[in-house]
C-alpha cells in the first residue's frame, strides 16, 4: 500500500510529534521488556501471568508501528485512531492505579540515563493519568480540527442536456 501524503495543514507536525513521542516510548520498552513486564505487574491486574508477558513483548512493537505511521503518513487515519485506542487504556489502566493509590512506576519512557527520582514523578500514576488525559484531549481537538478545517471538494460538472 501507497503511504498517503503527509499533512501540509497547520496541524500536521503535531500528530508527527504524537508519533515521535509514541515511537521513543515503544523503544523505550522494546529495549528492555524485562522492565516493561515488571510495570505491568505492578498494576496487579486480575489476569495470568502469560497475559503480561505477551502484552510486555506485543504492545511496544505496536506502540512503534503506530508511531512509525503518524511520522511517515503510512495508514494515516488507521494510527490515529489506534494511538487514541492505546492512550484511552493507558489512561484507564493509570487511572485506576491513581484510585488504588498504588506506588508504581506506569513503564511509559524508562529511558537509560534518565534521573531516577526525576523518572519516579514523571512516571507516576497520577502523572501519567493526567499526562494521557492531555493528550487524548489533544488527540481529539486535532481530529475535530482536521474534519473542520478540510478543504472543499470540488464537484464533478452535472450532465445538462
Known amino acids: 500500500m501507497k503511504p498517503e501524503p503527509l499533512d501540509h495543514h497547520r496541524f500536521g507536525f503535531l500528530w508527527r510529534l504524537f508519533g515521535l513521542l509514541f515511537m521513543i516510548a515503544g523503544l523505550s520498552k522494546i529495549y528492555d521488556p524485562s522492565a516493561f513486564l515488571t510495570a505491568i505487574s505492578a498494576y496487579r491486574f486480575p ?17 512503534f508501528l ?18 487514541i485506542g492505546l492512550l484511552s487504556l493507558f489512561t484507564l489502566a493509570t487511572g485506576q492505579a491513581w484510585i488504588r493509590e498504588l506506588e508504581l512506576s506506569c513503564g511509559c ?9 526525576l523518572l519516579r514523578i514523571l512516571d507516576s500514576a497520577p502523572a501519567a493519568t493526567l499526562r494521557n488525559t492531555l493528550w487524548l484531549s489533544a488527540c481529539f481537538w486535532l481530529l475535530r480540527k482536521r474534519v473542520n478545517h478540510r478543504p472543499l471538494q470540488t464537484l464533478p460538472p452535472k450532465n445538462r442536456e
Not at 69 to 82: F, P, Q
Open 47 to 63: 489476569w495470568a501471568e502469560g497475559t503480561s508477558r505477551i502484552l510486555a513483548i506485543s504492545l511496544p512493537w505496536l506502540e
Open 66 to 83: 503506530i508511531g512509525s505511521c503518524l511520522m511517515t503518513g503510512l495508514w494515516r487515519e488507521g494510527a490515529r485512531y489506534g494511538m
Open 109 to 117: 519512557f524508562e529511558l537509560p540515563g534518565i534521573n531516577a527520582n
